[in-house]
């Protein structure tokens, strides 16, 4: 079983940065992929980054590649995602979501956090 609970959102203006945490429970973290999930109002969630359980191998969808950074720091047990030039279309709320090895290759998540607002005004 895997815990996971985010901080960091807030509101924020274009153009600014925000740097989510999720933190997880569980001795087990190192040997699960992580991804960051958003689902905007009256939208469907959508996976917008991903990194495997070593760090080496991370993914993110084209409208935040080269404003976002995910990262994971195994010894803390937390995974960031460090979001730069906001723009008022990233307005979502924002969850961390585990996946096992069993899952591997597939957008299946076992775990969620309860997800964090980002706001960002123009």
């Known amino acids: 079983q895997v815990q996971l609970v985010e901080s960091g959102g807030g509101l924020v203006q274009a153009g600014g940065s925000l740097r989510l945490s999720c933190a997880a429970s569980g001795r087990t973290f190192s040997s699960y992929a992580m991804g960051w999930f958003r689902q905007a109002s009256g939208k469907e969630r959508e996976r917008v980054a991903a990194i495997s359980y070593s760090g080496t191998y991370t993914s993110y969808i084209d409208s935040v590649k080269g404003r976002f950074t995910i990262s994971r720091d195994n010894a803390r047990n937390t995974v960031y995602l460090q979001m730069n030039n906001l723009k008022p279309e990233d307005t979502a709320v924002y969850y961390c979501?585990?996946?096992?090895?069993?899952?591997?290759?597939?957008?299946?998540?076992?775990?969620w956090g309860q997800g964090t607002q980002v706001t960002v005004s123009s």
């Open positions: 979501a585990a996946q096992s090895p069993r899952l591997a290759g597939s957008y299946e998540y076992d775990y």
